[in-house]
């Protein structure tokens, strides 16, 4: 009786055994070669580097600004706050003040934050009618900043580390040639988005638009920088807009008036000062 | 195959393989990575520690204390004698160490003069140059030349010694180059203005406005109309008001004649401003037999100056100490409105009083000394309202079948008050130490007082025992046997000692904060209606929570203690302890907030609830609807109050 077997050899028979079970063990490994060749990778700097040039981009050693925040409902009724900000750098800590001086209800209210040793920030909170300054708790991230559209999260200085980073491409945003940066925050980075997709300026290193992404993969918001200038050798984003695209809310940002490296007075950056309106 | 030749083979592959693979190995354990040079640089704002390295580093940093040092481990890499630049006099690093720190690890080590957190960075390779890692050390102040020279112009500010200067700083520089470093930031060859336009975002703000100068205004004028309205929710008692209606308007005008002089935005100058306010008060109760109330006053008004870090307030002002809300044992130094009890805000109660305040601060630490001349009572009505300490007494007397002499008597009641005489020894004076250890806000104080609110030394009618509260009916039915003596009711003021301890943290995300306070005597109203004096000690402790979605919550916990508590006060006993704060949530982005404020007494089951709705769609205007709900038995504070539970709507609009 003869059986008859495609390989008349158990050698032959083995060795392309072997080869499809190789195959089958390295299936997913192949994929993501194929993926990942299909990424080009071949950047000057990689998308840490972008984004700690990002983080490191020079902003003055001090500023002092006058800005207007206009906040536009989905029914196009606006409402205007004018605040003054003071920011200065102590090494890598950075002190600010943000002091609102219209509309007339809240005219008078500042906020001090002073970031501190370990990453944390003491936050303190000045309101006119209270008459004393009162230690607030660093805000929830996800928390809405004087109910604009940018989160405390949005206003703060992301840490390079909190965040895994890659350049996905290169495009051009108006005129201004820009990578395009893909951050994912890191788990312990409690962020309240799972992407934030940078198209960053090249060569002046500063993100003139960025599309956040919730953790469903849906675009919630998106900020513009619709105005930069280049004041005192730093470049400055005069007018950015924020817009929540769920609640078709948006608030535009502008600078009326700033001044950098003007050695701004420590007294500043106290709680005395912040009482004094 | 023959197993001796096998095996000659297998001899003579095993050494071969050994050095084949003790080859590959050694390859793939030496660091791939080499330091080729550690440059230093610096710059009028940083010093530069430059690290050339073969290939991208992978790297860590980490900072160590005592003293200060900064260091960074490189792996997979070698150090090699490389060249090293010196420390360089008058910088903030004392010098820069390297070695091999691991077989595969590099470390570099910058010993710092002072505690510091460099800005780290790598570039890639550029024309000539190798893989860089960059250590930026920030000057932490000023303008951020190096220290010496920093020092050198302090202490040279004179414009006679102008050319010395000239002279000195130049060998300083001189020795110490600031070396040109490779520019991190390129500065763009395009115009100095990039405009991304496309339709996104708006464009109906002029960006021509950005070059208009800010106007530079030495005179402000702000202020307020609010106007209130309540009602009872329902009649408990024949003669009560059950309508109110306020009308407040208040003018502010600040002078700062500095913002003219100096730059609006630096912040330098030493300040000062004056501030003068005027309020209207109007104050109706009514409609029955109703009681009205109007003043228009100087509110506020006093001269501010800062100099350096000594401050100084000379007027009539407000001066808050304390850290707890609504209730805050410390803050005895303005006097309160208590016409219509608690139900204002306690700031909105405060009465802004002449003072003279120094503040000096010359680091973490914050001394404030405040002497108030002219002694300011607290603002009470004794008869004729709802809030009243008599209430309604007068008229429950009038409308009662009553002998006409024990009428005409109590209606002739009347309140002599006695206040202190306006004289330097009867000021009050307190002084308070704050500052902030590693992370609290802590404060200890003293203040030498008068008590803001009344002491009633006698009461007419002589021997009175009234039982748990005052009534009208509770008076009457105490009255058989009793001497009605022809006098009045004599009240005044009685000094206070009282030392405080305030403070603030954060644990978590939580707020803490609490008040502790020592009264040497306190004054409490007893049923004969004259007041005994007891010692105090009164602590609150609180937590508030700001969570997602814009959910608020605030938390206090209080404890009165009466020391040595006599059964005859009216209303407080031994311990009262309770529980006051608020639970709140925004609405349509801020424009809408639902609060529930309460305070509840565990020790008497006593009550007072206030629901509200804050409108604030309408730029500048607050539109506020609510309900005060006081509960409790009639021998309690807040039951007290009971038959005044109102429906109020209000409107304040700020100009």
């Given at each position: 009786m003869?059986?008859?077997?495609?390989?008349?050899?158990?050698f032959?028979?083995?060795?392309?055994?072997?080869?499809?079970?190789?195959?089958?063990?390295?299936?997913?490994?192949?994929?993501?070669?194929?993926?990942?060749m299909?990424?080009?990778?071949?950047?000057?700097?990689?998308?840490?580097?972008?984004?700690?040039?990002?983080?490191?981009?020079?902003?003055?050693?001090?500023?002092?600004?006058?800005?207007?925040m206009v906040?536009?409902?989905?029914?196009?009724?606006?409402?205007?706050?004018?605040?003054?900000?003071?920011?200065?750098?102590?090494?890598?800590?950075?002190?600010q003040l943000?002091?609102?001086?219209?509309?007339?209800?809240i005219?008078?209210?500042?906020?001090?934050?002073?970031?501190?040793?370990?990453?944390?920030?003491?936050?303190?909170?000045?309101?006119?009618?209270?008459?004393?300054?009162?230690?607030?708790v660093?805000?929830?991230?996800?928390?809405?900043?004087?109910?604009?559209?940018?989160?405390?999260?949005?206003?703060?200085?992301?840490?390079?580390?909190?965040?895994?980073?890659?350049i996905?491409?290169?495009?051009?945003?108006?005129?201004?040639?820009?990578?395009?940066?893909?951050?994912?925050?890191?788990?312990?980075?409690?962020?309240?988005?799972?992407?934030?997709?940078?198209?960053?300026?090249?060569?002046i290193?500063l993100?003139?638009?960025?599309?956040?992404?919730?953790?469903?993969?849906s675009?919630?918001?998106?900020?513009?920088?619709?105005?930069?200038?280049?004041?005192?050798?730093?470049?400055?984003?005069?007018?950015?807009?924020?817009?929540?695209l769920?609640?078709?809310?948006?608030t535009?940002?502008k600078?009326?008036?700033?001044v950098?490296n003007?050695?701004?007075?420590?007294?500043?950056?106290?709680?005395?000062?912040?009482?004094?309106? | 195959?023959?197993?001796?030749?096998?095996?000659?083979?297998?001899?003579?592959?095993?050494?071969?393989?050994?050095?084949?693979?003790?080859?590959?190995?050694?390859?793939?354990?030496?660091?791939?990575?080499?330091?080729?040079?550690?440059r230093?640089?610096?710059?009028?704002?940083?010093?530069?520690i430059?690290?050339?390295?073969?290939?991208?580093?992978?790297?860590?940093?980490?900072s160590?204390?005592?003293?200060?040092?900064?260091?960074?481990?490189?792996?997979?890499?070698?150090?090699?004698?490389?060249?090293?630049?010196?420390?360089?006099?008058g910088?903030?690093?004392?010098?820069?160490?390297?070695?091999?720190?691991?077989?595969?690890?590099?470390?570099?080590?910058l010993?710092l003069?002072?505690?510091?957190?460099?800005?780290?960075?790598y570039?890639?390779?550029?024309?000539?140059?190798?893989?860089r890692?960059?250590?930026?050390?920030?000057?932490?102040?000023?303008?951020?030349?190096?220290?010496?020279?920093?020092k050198?112009?302090?202490?040279?500010?004179?414009?006679a010694?102008?050319?010395?200067?000239?002279?000195?700083?130049?060998?300083l520089?001189?020795?110490?180059?600031?070396?040109t470093?490779?520019?991190?930031?390129?500065?763009?060859?395009?115009?100095?203005?990039?405009?991304?336009?496309?339709?996104?975002?708006?464009t109906?703000?002029?960006?021509?406005?950005?070059?208009?100068?800010?106007?530079?205004?030495?005179?402000?004028?702000?202020?307020?109309?609010?106007?209130k309205?309540?009602?009872?929710?329902?009649?408990?008692?024949?003669?009560e008001?059950?309508?109110?209606?306020r009308?407040?308007?208040?003018?502010?005008?600040?002078w700062?004649?500095?913002?003219?002089?100096?730059?609006?935005?630096?912040?330098?100058?030493?300040?000062?401003y004056?501030?003068?306010s005027?309020?209207?008060d109007?104050l109706?109760?009514?409609?029955?037999?109703?009681?009205?109330?109007y003043?228009?006053?100087l509110?506020?008004?006093?001269?501010h100056?800062?100099?350096?870090?000594?401050?100084?307030?000379l007027?009539?002002?407000?001066?808050?100490?304390?850290?707890?809300?609504?209730?805050?044992?410390?803050?005895?130094?303005?006097?309160?409105?208590?016409?219509?009890?608690?139900?204002?805000?306690?700031?909105?109660r405060?009465?802004?009083?002449?003072?003279?305040?120094?503040?000096i601060?010359?680091?973490?630490?914050?001394?404030?000394?405040?002497?108030?001349?002219?002694?300011?009572?607290?603002?009470?009505?004794?008869?004729?309202?709802?809030w009243?300490?008599y209430q309604?007494?007068?008229?429950?007397v009038?409308?009662?079948?009553?002998?006409?002499?024990?009428?005409?008597?109590?209606?002739?009641?009347?309140?002599?008050?006695t206040?202190?005489a306006?004289?330097?020894?009867?000021?009050?004076?307190?002084?308070?130490?704050?500052?902030?250890?590693s992370?609290?806000?802590?404060?200890?104080?003293y203040?030498?007082?008068w008590?803001s609110?009344?002491?009633?030394?006698?009461?007419?009618?002589?021997?009175?025992?009234?039982?748990?509260?005052f009534?009208?009916?509770?008076?009457?039915?105490?009255?058989?046997g009793?001497?009605?003596?022809?006098?009045?009711?004599?009240?005044?003021y009685?000094?206070?000692?009282?030392?405080?301890?305030?403070f603030?943290?954060?644990?978590?995300?939580?707020?803490?904060?609490?008040?502790?306070?020592?009264?040497?005597?306190?004054?409490?109203?007893?049923?004969s209606?004259?007041?005994?004096?007891?010692?105090?000690?009164?602590?609150?402790?609180?937590?508030?929570?700001?969570?997602?979605?814009?959910?608020y919550?605030n938390?206090?916990?209080?404890?009165?203690?009466?020391?040595?508590?006599?059964?005859?006060?009216?209303?407080?006993?031994?311990?009262?302890?309770?529980?006051?704060?608020?639970?709140?949530?925004?609405?349509?982005?801020?424009?809408?907030?639902?609060?529930?404020?309460?305070?509840?007494?565990?020790?008497?089951e006593?009550?007072?609830i206030?629901p509200?709705?804050?409108?604030?769609?309408?730029?500048?205007?607050?539109?506020?609807?609510?309900?005060?709900?006081?509960?409790?038995?009639?021998?309690?504070?807040?039951?007290f109050?009971?038959?005044?539970?109102q429906?109020?709507l209000?409107?304040?609009?700020?100009?």
């Amino acid at each position: 009786m003869v059986i008859f077997l495609p390989f008349n050899r158990p050698f032959l028979f083995l060795s392309i055994l072997g080869i499809v079970l190789t195959f089958l063990i390295f299936y997913p490994v192949f994929v993501s070669a194929a993926d990942l060749m299909a990424i080009r990778t071949d950047y000057p700097l990689t998308g840490t580097e972008l984004a700690q040039r990002v983080y490191d981009r020079e902003i003055g050693d001090d500023s002092a600004a006058q800005m207007v925040m206009v906040l536009i409902s989905k029914s196009g009724r606006k409402r205007e706050r004018e605040f003054t900000t003071y920011r200065k750098d102590y090494g890598s800590l950075i002190k600010q003040l943000i002091r609102f001086t219209t509309p007339a209800d809240i005219a008078g209210t500042g906020f001090l934050n002073l970031e501190i040793e370990g990453g944390d920030t003491d936050q303190f909170l000045y309101l006119p009618a209270l008459r004393r300054v009162r230690r607030i708790v660093s805000s929830q991230k996800s928390h809405r900043f004087v109910n604009t559209d940018f989160t405390y999260e949005d206003m703060e200085r992301r840490p390079v580390e909190d965040s895994d980073h890659q350049i996905t491409g290169e495009e051009k945003i108006g005129d201004t040639d820009c990578w395009v940066l893909e951050s994912r925050p890191k788990k312990e980075a409690e962020s309240q988005y799972a992407v934030i997709k940078g198209w960053v300026a090249k060569e002046i290193y500063l993100p003139v638009l960025i599309e956040n992404f919730n953790k469903k993969g849906s675009l919630i918001k998106k900020y513009r920088v619709n105005r930069l200038e280049n004041i005192q050798n730093i470049w400055t984003e005069i007018k950015v807009v924020m817009e929540d695209l769920n609640k078709k809310h948006r608030t535009i940002m502008k600078i009326r008036n700033i001044v950098y490296n003007t050695r701004l007075s420590d007294h500043i950056f106290t709680k005395q000062n912040l009482e004094n309106w | 195959m023959n197993p001796v030749r096998f095996l000659k083979i297998a001899f003579l592959l095993f050494p071969v393989s050994v050095v084949v693979f003790g080859f590959y190995s050694y390859s793939w354990c030496m660091p791939n990575n080499r330091i080729s040079a550690i440059r230093f640089g610096g710059h009028k704002s940083f010093n530069r520690i430059t690290i050339d390295l073969k290939h991208k580093p992978r790297y860590r940093i980490f900072s160590l204390k005592n003293p200060s040092r900064v260091v960074v481990d490189i792996d997979d890499c070698i150090l090699p004698q490389v060249h090293q630049d010196k420390n360089v006099e008058g910088t903030l690093i004392v010098r820069v160490r390297a070695s091999q720190y691991s077989n595969k690890t590099a470390r570099i080590v910058l010993d710092l003069k002072e505690k510091n957190q460099p800005h780290v960075f790598y570039l890639p390779p550029e024309g000539t140059s190798l893989h860089r890692l960059v250590l930026d050390v920030k000057y932490p102040y000023k303008e951020g030349r190096p220290r010496a020279f920093q020092k050198l112009v302090e202490k040279e500010s004179g414009s006679a010694s102008r050319l010395r200067l000239k002279g000195k700083a130049e060998a300083l520089l001189e020795k110490n180059p600031v070396r040109t470093i490779e520019p991190f930031l390129k500065q763009t060859e395009k115009k100095n203005l990039i405009i991304i336009s496309d339709s996104f975002g708006d464009t109906d703000l002029s960006l021509r406005e950005r070059n208009v100068p800010p106007k530079k205004k030495t005179l402000f004028i702000k202020g307020f109309i609010e106007a209130k309205g309540a009602m009872d929710t329902e009649k408990k008692t024949e003669n009560e008001h059950r309508r109110l209606f306020r009308n407040k308007v208040r003018l502010e005008g600040k002078w700062s004649p500095g913002e003219k002089s100096t730059h609006k935005l630096n912040g330098k100058k030493d300040k000062f401003y004056a501030l003068a306010s005027i309020e209207s008060d109007y104050l109706w109760f009514g409609s029955n037999h109703s009681n009205e109330d109007y003043d228009f006053d100087l509110y506020e008004g006093y001269l501010h100056w800062t100099l350096g870090s000594t401050e100084i307030k000379l007027g009539k002002q407000i001066v808050r100490w304390g850290k707890t809300d609504q209730v805050s044992p410390v803050d005895n130094l303005n006097s309160h409105d208590f016409r219509e009890f608690i139900i204002p805000d306690l700031e909105d109660r405060k009465i802004p009083n002449w003072m003279a305040k120094i503040r000096i601060f010359p680091g973490a630490y914050n001394f404030e000394g405040v002497y108030i001349p002219f002694f300011e009572p607290s603002r009470i009505d004794y008869f004729g309202t709802d809030w009243s300490v008599y209430q309604h007494v007068k008229q429950d007397v009038r409308d009662l079948s009553l002998p006409l002499y024990l009428k005409e008597y109590l209606q002739a009641r009347l309140v002599h008050e006695t206040e202190p005489a306006k004289i330097f020894e009867n000021g009050q004076w307190g002084v308070r130490l704050s500052g902030t250890i590693s992370g609290w806000d802590l404060g200890f104080n003293y203040l030498y007082a008068w008590e803001s609110l009344p002491h009633y030394e006698s009461f007419p009618i002589k021997n009175l025992k009234l039982g748990d509260s005052f009534s009208s009916q509770n008076l009457l039915d105490s009255l058989d046997g009793m001497a009605l003596m022809e006098e009045d009711i004599e009240v005044n003021y009685k000094r206070s000692k009282i030392c405080g301890f305030e403070f603030e943290t954060i644990a978590n995300k939580i707020g803490l904060r609490g008040e502790a306070a020592y009264f040497n005597r306190q004054s409490f109203l007893t049923e004969s209606l004259t007041s005994v004096r007891k010692p105090v000690f009164f602590y609150v402790l609180g937590a508030d929570y700001l969570g997602e979605n814009d959910w608020y919550i605030n938390f206090q916990f209080s404890h009165q203690i009466i020391s040595g508590h006599d059964d005859e006060i009216l209303y407080f006993r031994r311990n009262n302890v309770s529980l006051n704060g608020e639970i709140s949530k925004e609405f349509l982005m801020g424009n809408l907030e639902a609060i529930v404020g309460y305070h509840y007494s565990l020790s008497d089951e006593s009550y007072y609830i206030y629901p509200k709705i804050i409108y604030k769609y309408i730029t500048d205007l607050e539109i506020l609807l609510g309900f005060n709900i006081f509960g409790g038995d009639t021998d309690t504070f807040m039951g007290f109050y009971d038959a005044n539970d109102q429906v109020f709507l209000s409107f304040k609009y700020y100009m």
